[in-house]
């Protein structure tokens, strides 16, 4: 059974910083790309990082040089480094993790977990 399992939200203020962790358990970890979304109220969703298997990374201009991602293999863990955080950053942010196989496009979903910045 595939989980995906976020951590690490609270409330902080502007310019504070958190780190957002992802376990991703019940999959060949090393063979999934991992993305971390985010979405605020009333707001759709939006995309923010990617790692990919190979470990190139892509990140969206509102988070650019303010946030980073890294993954740990041997725990099965992805990372969303958070800097200087602003008030448009609180969002429940969710993690994915996604494979093409054989079968098809996998992707994999967790629940969440709230970040709110207060000025």
């Known amino acids: 059974q595939v989980q995906v399992v976020e951590s690490g939200g609270g409330s902080v203020q502007t310019g504070g910083s958190l780190t957002l962790s992802c376990v991703a358990s019940?999959?060949?970890?090393?063979?999934?790309?991992m993305a971390w979304h985010r979405q605020a109220p009333g707001k759709q969703r939006e995309w923010v990082m990617s790692?990919?298997?190979?470990?190139?990374?892509a990140f969206a201009d509102s988070v650019k040089v303010r946030f980073a991602i890294s993954r740990d293999s041997a725990k099965n863990t992805v990372y969303l480094q958070m800097n200087s955080l602003k008030p448009e950053d609180t969002a429940v942010y969710f993690c994915?993790?996604?494979?093409?196989?054989?079968?098809?496009?996998?992707?994999?979903w967790g629940q969440g977990t709230q970040v709110t910045v207060s000025s």
């Open positions: 019940g999959l060949s970890f090393g063979r999934y790309g």
């Open positions: 790692l990919a298997v190979g470990g190139a990374t």
């Open positions: 994915n993790a996604g494979t093409l196989g054989g079968s098809g496009y996998r992707l994999y």
